[in-house]
């Protein structure tokens, strides 16, 4: 049995033109993502490839926290050029919700920074922790990533933390690290670190506003949780 082509389709059904007349918010995941992978094969239209892509909670699971070409090699149909535009998208797509919040006036509560930060380390397969320097008025001067580890963790040092807030003239920063499991309570290692940190704050008056630690689609505050 010869599968059907986008070309097949009405003019109102393919994904392209029911962009271009409807806009992008009216396509499901797999229609935006044919709009990406542009043309299919002999085989596979774009859009079956990208429905086998999307199934159940592949789009989130699987694509969205690929970051190489050679990650998408089973896929078939998709070549290198495809993948390539998908992964273009998917990192800007990362950047503006990262950027998001750098337009806001500032950082106002553990929820504005998880927001500030659930786009960039959502995602990611390995543990990243990185600090937010703030000024006098809680707005962002600037994120720098301080640490990359493992699946399960990323080791820290408080002096590392602190010297670009230094350097920045930072008033107070907030730190996040990510789990890649999902689940964002903290470790114990984690708690431990948290100690450290708000210690060496208060001893060169850079305090810690807080430490996020963030999941899939939800975050851990030690503040809100009255740990700090």
Same mark, same amino acid.
């Given at each position: 049995?010869?599968?059907?082509?986008?070309?097949?389709?009405?003019?109102?059904?393919?994904?392209? @033109?029911?962009?271009?007349?409807?806009?992008?918010?009216?396509?499901?995941?797999?229609?935006?993502?044919?709009?990406?992978?542009?043309?299919?094969?002999? @085989?596979h239209?774009a859009?079956r490839?990208?429905?086998?892509?999307?199934?159940?909670?592949?789009?989130?699971?699987?694509?969205?926290?690929?970051?190489?070409?050679?990650?998408?090699?089973?896929?078939?149909?998709l070549?290198?050029?495809?993948?390539?535009?998908?992964?273009?998208?998917?990192?800007?797509?990362?950047?503006?919700?990262?950027?998001?919040?750098?337009?806001?006036?500032?950082?106002?509560?553990?929820?504005?920074?998880?927001?500030?930060?659930?786009g960039r380390?959502?995602?990611?397969?390995?543990?990243?922790?990185?600090?937010?320097?703030?000024?006098?008025?809680?707005?962002?001067?600037?994120?720098?990533?301080?640490?990359?580890?493992?699946?399960?963790?990323?080791?820290?040092?408080?002096?590392?933390v602190?010297?670009?807030?230094?350097? +920045?003239? +930072?008033?107070?920063?907030?730190?996040?690290?990510?789990?890649?499991?999902?689940?964002?309570?903290?470790?114990?290692?984690?708690?431990?670190?948290?100690?450290?940190?708000?210690? +060496?704050?208060?001893?060169?008056?850079?305090?810690?506003?807080?430490?996020?630690?963030?999941?899939?689609?939800?975050?851990?505050?030690?503040k809100?949780?009255?740990?700090?």
């Amino acid at each position: 049995m010869t599968e059907f082509k986008i070309k097949d389709l009405s003019m109102e059904d393919r994904p392209r @033109e029911r962009l271009c007349s409807m806009g992008a918010q009216v396509l499901s995941n797999a229609e935006l993502l044919a709009v990406l992978i542009g043309s299919g094969t002999k @085989e596979h239209s774009a859009l079956r490839i990208a429905e086998e892509m999307t199934k159940g909670e592949g789009l989130y699971r699987q694509v969205a926290r690929w970051q190489r070409v050679q990650e998408f090699k089973h896929i078939k149909g998709l070549g290198n050029a495809r993948a390539a535009r998908i992964l273009a998208a998917m990192e800007l797509g990362r950047r503006i919700a990262c950027a998001s919040a750098v337009e806001s006036e500032h950082i106002t509560s553990p929820g504005d920074g998880a927001q500030y930060l659930m786009g960039r380390l959502r995602n990611e397969t390995h543990e990243k922790f990185v600090v937010l320097l703030l000024n006098t008025k809680n707005r962002v001067i600037k994120t720098e990533q301080i640490a990359e580890g493992s699946l399960t963790s990323a080791v820290v040092h408080p002096r590392e933390v602190f010297a670009p807030a230094v350097v +920045a003239h +930072a008033a107070c920063i907030l730190v996040a690290h990510n789990h890649p499991s999902g689940d964002p309570y903290p470790s114990t290692e984690d708690r431990n670190l948290t100690r450290a940190l708000e210690e +060496a704050g208060n001893i060169l008056g850079i305090p810690l506003l807080d430490h996020l630690v963030i999941g899939d689609g939800c975050y851990y505050s030690f503040k809100e949780h009255g740990d700090l």
